[in-house]
């Protein structure tokens, strides 16, 4: 018989690199489902994989309700479906485009940062060249006027 592998909070939160609060969060939110033993939670193998593919999720830009949505077409049945893989393309789509505006979005805001710092660095130069011409004309005993 093979015995099935549990694991506690903390085992998920240490390998993952959360805190035990996110994965009540995520509890909370119908998308992992631990049994209990009294008040200890014990996460299954499903659990643990389910944590892996919401932390994924999150690192895609899957908001949690996609997530659970994919999760609650792939509970339908054994080994998922055509819904839950035509939702999955959907959402991909979806953060694809959302990311191809962000790369144009960062785009557009550093030529815009690169116009403002060489407008800046001119201006510098510009002061810089005028205190150089006031040191040298204050030094010939000049008096200049602004101009």
Known sequence: MVEKRTFTISELAQEFDVTTR????????GLLRPTRRGQTRIFS??????????LRG????????ETKELFDLWDETPTGNEK???KMLEILTDRRQQLEQQKNDIAQAEMEMDTA???CREALAELERKKQRRQAATKDGEVVGEG
Request: aromatic letters at 10%; glycine letters at 4%; zero cysteines.
């Open 22 to 29: 996110s994965i009540r969060f995520y509890e909370d939110q």
């Open 84 to 86: 839950q893989l035509l």
């Open 45 to 54: 193998t499903k659990d643990r994989v389910r944590l892996k593919l919401i």
């Open 117 to 119: 710092e060489a407008r």
């Open 58 to 65: 999150k690192r895609m830009g899957f908001t949690l309700a």
